[in-house]
C-alpha cells in the first residue's frame, strides 16, 4: 500500500467559539432522532429471531429455512450498498434517508404476509436492500454538517444506538408477540407493528432534517457562515491532497487487510450466531411466555455492554491492543464451547460470558487498521473491512440451521464458532498495528475510534 505525506490541517476563517455553539446546537437537533432511527432499524433487523418458533409451527420454516432467511438480509444489504451511497449523494441525505426508512418499515411490515420459505427469502432478501445505505448515510449527514473534530463525538453517541437497540429488542419483540387480532398471528402483529413504526418515523425525518446548514432555521446567520466555511475548508484540503483511492482488487492484495477482514469475520460470525440464535436457545430453558423470552434474551447484552467499557478502559491503561483483542476471543470461545457441555440453562450462562469477548472483541479491534492505515484511504478500508466481516452475518445463521435441520442440535455450529475464535486470537498477532518503516503513526491504542476515522470522508469514499 502506498505511503503519502500527511494532510496537513485545514485552516478557515471561523471564530472557535461560533463554531463550537453551531456543532452543539446540531448534535442536539439531530442525534436523539439518529440515535432512535438506528434502534428502530435495529429491532427490523434481528426481531425474526423471537419468531422462529411460530413460523416453523404456523408456515412449516424449519431450521434450515430460517437460518438461510435470516442470512440472506446480509446479501440483500451487501449488494445494495454501493447504489444506494451513489443515489444519496444525488438526492441529498434528508430524502434518502427518508426513503431508506419508509420501503425498510414496508418490508418489515410485509414480513407479517410470509406464506413459505420462497416469500420468506425474497423479503429477507428485500429488507436488507431497502436497508442499504443508511448508515453510510448518517456519517454522510455528518460530513455535512460538523466539522472532522466533532464528528467522532457524534458517531460514538450515534453508535449506541445499536447497545440501546441490543437491550430492548428482546421485550418489546416479546410483548408484541402477545398481540392478537383481526384473524392474525402475534408474530404477524410484531411485524406490523415494528414494520409501521419505522414508516410513522420516516414522515419525522423529512420534516425534521434539512440537508444542508444554509436551511436550518434554528441556526443564526453567523454559526451557518461558521460551519460552511469550517466543513469547505476541509474538503479542499481533501481534495488538494489528490488522493487516488484504490481498487477493491489492490486493496484485496494486502495481506495485512486480508488478515484485519478475517478478523473481524470472525467476530461477526460469533455475534450473529447468538443473535439469531439465542432466542431458541432460551425456550429450551423452560415455559416461558414469548415476554419472558425476550428479557432473558436482553441479560447478555446489558452484560456485554459493561464489559465493553470495561476493556476499554482496561486497553487504555494497560497499552497491548492485540493481546486484549486476544484475550476477548479467547472468551468468546470457551464460552461458545461451555454452551455446548450442559443443560439449556447452563448454555445461557456460558453464552452471557462468550457475549463478555465477542462484544468487547468487536470494539477493541478497531483501533489496529486504523492505526496501520493511511488517514485519506481509511474509510474505503474500513468500509470493505466491514462489508467482508459482515457476511458472518450470512454464514452463521445459514449454517446453523443446516446443522439443526441435519442432525436436530447446533452443537457443531457452536464448536465452529470456538475454533474460529481461537484462529483468530492468534492471527491477530499477525496483523500490523502501524505501517512498516513508519514510527511516526501513533499507536492503536492511541488511535482515535472507528467512527472517528470513517466519519473523516463522503459516501463515495466509504465505497469499495
Given at each position: ?22 456543532a452543539?446546537?446540531v ?22 429471531g ?14 434450515a429455512?430460517?437460518g ?20 444519496l ?49 448518517i ?9 472532522s ?19 430492548i ?47 436550518a ?16 475548508a ?51 430453558m ?34 497491548h491492543?492485540q493481546?486484549?483483542v ?12 461451555m ?20 462484544k ?23 468500509a470493505?473491512i ?6 458472518g ?9 443446516f ?5 436436530g ?56
Open positions: 500500500m502506498n505511503r503519502t505525506v500527511p494532510i496537513s490541517e485545514p485552516t478557515h476563517n471561523a471564530d472557535p467559539t461560533v463554531l463550537a455553539r453551531a452543539a446546537k448534535k442536539r437537533h439531530v442525534l436523539p432522532l439518529f440515535v432512535i432511527m438506528f434502534i428502530v432499524n435495529y429491532i427490523d433487523r434481528v426481531n425474526i423471537f419468531v422462529r418458533s411460530h413460523m416453523e409451527t404456523d408456515l412449516g420454516i424449519g431450521a429455512a430460517y438461510l432467511g435470516a442470512g440472506l438480509f446480509f446479501v440483500g444489504y451487501a449488494l445494495f450498498e454501493v447504489p444506494s451511497n451513489m443515489l449523494q444525488r438526492f441529498g441525505a434528508r430524502a434518502w434517508l427518508t426513503r431508506i426508512m419508509f420501503t425498510w418499515g414496508a418490508a418489515a411490515m410485509a414480513m407479517a404476509f410470509v406464506r413459505g420459505e420462497t416469500s420468506f427469502y425474497v423479503l429477507r432478501f428485500v429488507l436488507g436492500a431497502a436497508e442499504a445505505g443508511f448508515f453510510p448515510g456519517i454522510y449527514y455528518f460530513t455535512q454538517w460538523l466539522p473534530s466533532e464528528r467522532g463525538k457524534a458517531m460514538a453517541i450515534f453508535l449506541s444506538g445499536s447497545a440501546i437497540a441490543s437491550v429488542s428482546g421485550p418489546v419483540s416479546g410483548a408484541l408477540l402477545g398481540v392478537s387480532g383481526m384473524n392474525l398471528h402475534g408474530w404477524q402483529w410484531m411485524f406490523i407493528i415494528e414494520g409501521f413504526a419505522s414508516i410513522a418515523l420516516c414522515g419525522f425525518v423529512w420534516f425534521w432534517l434539512q440537508s444542508h446548514p444554509r436551511e432555521k434554528w441556526l443564526s446567520e453567523e454559526e451557518k457562515g461558521a460551519l460552511i466555511s469550517a466543513i469547505d476541509e474538503q479542499r484540503a481533501r481534495e488538494a491532497a489528490q488522493v487516488i483511492k484504490p481498487s477493491i482488487f489492490k486493496l484485496l492484495a494486502d495481506r495485512q487487510i486480508m488478515l484485519f477482514c478475517f478478523i473481524y469475520f470472525s467476530v461477526a460470525l460469533t455475534i450473529y450466531g447468538a443473535t439469531f440464535w439465542l432466542p431458541s436457545m432460551i425456550k429450551k423452560g415455559s416461558l411466555t414469548d415476554f419472558e423470552v425476550g428479557l432473558f434474551n436482553s441479560i447478555p447484552w446489558i452484560i456485554s455492554i459493561i464489559a465493553m467499557y470495561g476493556f476499554a478502559a482496561l486497553a487504555a491503561r494497560f497499552k491492543q493481546a486484549w486476544a484475550v476477548t476471543l479467547v472468551i468468546a470461545a470457551c464460552g461458545m464451547f454452551s455446548t457441555v450442559g443443560g439449556p440453562i447452563f448454555a445461557f450462562v456460558a453464552i452471557c460470558f462468550a457475549a463478555i469477548g465477542f468487547a472483541a468487536s470494539a477493541l479491534f478497531w483501533p489496529i487498521p486504523q492505526g496501520y492505515l493511511d488517514a485519506r484511504i481509511a474509510a474505503a478500508v474500513i470493505l466491514n462489508s467482508i466481516g459482515n457476511l452475518g450470512f454464514v452463521a445463521p445459514t449454517a446453523f440451521g446443522l439443526e435441520q441435519k442432525t442440535s447446533i452443537q457443531g455450529g457452536m464448536y465452529g464458532l470456538a475454533l474460529t475464535s481461537l484462529v483468530a486470537a492468534v492471527v491477530i498477532f499477525f496483523a500490523r498495528t502501524t505501517p512498516k518503516g513508519d514510527a511516526r503513526r501513533p499507536k492503536p491504542e492511541d488511535a482515535a475510534p472507528l467512527h472517528a476515522a470513517t466519519s473523516l470522508s463522503s459516501p463515495s469514499s466509504l465505497k469499495p
